[in-house]
């Protein structure tokens, strides 16, 4: 049976920044698109939140298990 282990919070925000980024995404539409403010989307990306709203926007704009554990 397959292991799934989540990394921290820390990593998936690091991660989704990183992917954020290389789409020439910037955090204002991050927060038009979720309903969230920059702040809190600043904080998802270092990890001091953990919405999962956000993360699965992040999902959804092509984010993969692969992008967060590499």
């Known amino acids: ?3 799934f282990q989540l ?3 820390t990593i998936i925000g690091k991660r989704c920044k ?3 980024r290389k789409q020439g995404i910037t955090q204002l539409r991050v927060s ?3 309903n969230y403010s920059i702040e809190n989307i600043s904080k ?3 990890g001091k939140n ?3 709203r956000i993360l699965l926007w992040y999902i ?3 984010l993969t298990y692969e992008d967060i554990i590499l």
């Open 50 to 52: 953990d919405n999962m």
């Open 1 to 3: 049976m397959y292991n």
């Open 32 to 34: 038009q698109e979720t």
């Open 44 to 46: 998802f990306e270092t």
């Open 18 to 20: 990183e992917f954020r």
């Open 60 to 62: 959804h704009m092509g």
């Open 7 to 9: 990394p921290d919070n």
